[in-house]
């Protein structure tokens, strides 16, 4: 009889995979050291991912679902650009101080194999900004805003909300800070983020 896959097993891989990927990279990962932290041989791995590739992308896929959908929401709901900014930046926030390890995943993933984005797009969990660029200018018409490109606005709300994990251990070096002073960091980020982003494009 052939063995049908088991969810729970399917989990255990996943999670140790993420666990290990995090902390050696996808160059200096091993599938013997996954199996082992998923307390199965290298045998069952196999069955389950026949290669380190395909293990790596289930692991970046199954992180970057959790996040789109949210952003998604936010970026395409009936709220002003101000809202969706401080909500955007507090939804992100929040996340990856949870998941540590999806910012860094991602450039290194896109470093090492630029094509992976072509994958990703397949399951259509990118980003849709469309209707924020829409938005933008809109109320830059209005008189909302100050003249502003919501292309550029977007890249400016992602650099400032990522750059400070990509570069946790600069940031850390820089500010004297442990792990529990930089989380608390972040979390002032949600507000520091919003206050100056708000202040740069709103006209007063």
Do not use: C, W
Not at 44 to 61: D, G, I, N, W
Not at 94 to 109: G, V
Not at 132 to 150: A, R, S, Y
Not at 168 to 185: N, S
Request: proline fraction near 3%; glycine fraction near 2%.
């Amino acid at each position: 009889m052939a063995r049908t896959k088991d969810k729970n097993t399917e989990e255990q891989i996943l999670e140790a995979a993420k666990n290990v990927f995090q902390t050696k990279g996808m160059d200096g990962a091993r599938m013997q050291e996954i199996a082992d932290s998923a307390g199965i041989n290298k045998a069952m791995l196999h069955y389950y991912y026949r290669s380190k590739q395909l293990l790596f992308e289930a692991v970046f896929k199954n992180a970057f679902s959790l996040l789109a959908p949210q952003l998604n929401k936010i970026l395409n709901d009936a709220s002003s650009i101000e809202e969706k900014v401080r909500n955007f930046t507090s939804n992100y926030i929040t996340f990856i101080i949870k998941h540590p390890y999806l910012p860094n995943f991602i450039i290194q993933e896109l470093n090492r194999n630029p094509d992976f984005i072509l994958k990703i797009q397949e399951n259509s969990t990118l980003l849709n900004i469309e209707k924020f660029k829409t938005q933008v200018t809109l109320e830059v018409n209005q008189g909302i805003l100050k003249p502003t490109k919501g292309d550029q606005l977007f890249i400016n709300i992602m650099a400032l909300n990522i750059f400070p994990f990509v570069a946790k251990p600069l940031i850390k070096a820089f500010t004297k800070e442990d792990e529990k002073g930089f989380k608390t960091l972040m979390e002032q980020r949600k507000t520091e983020v919003s206050e100056f982003i708000i202040n740069s494009i709103k006209q007063h």
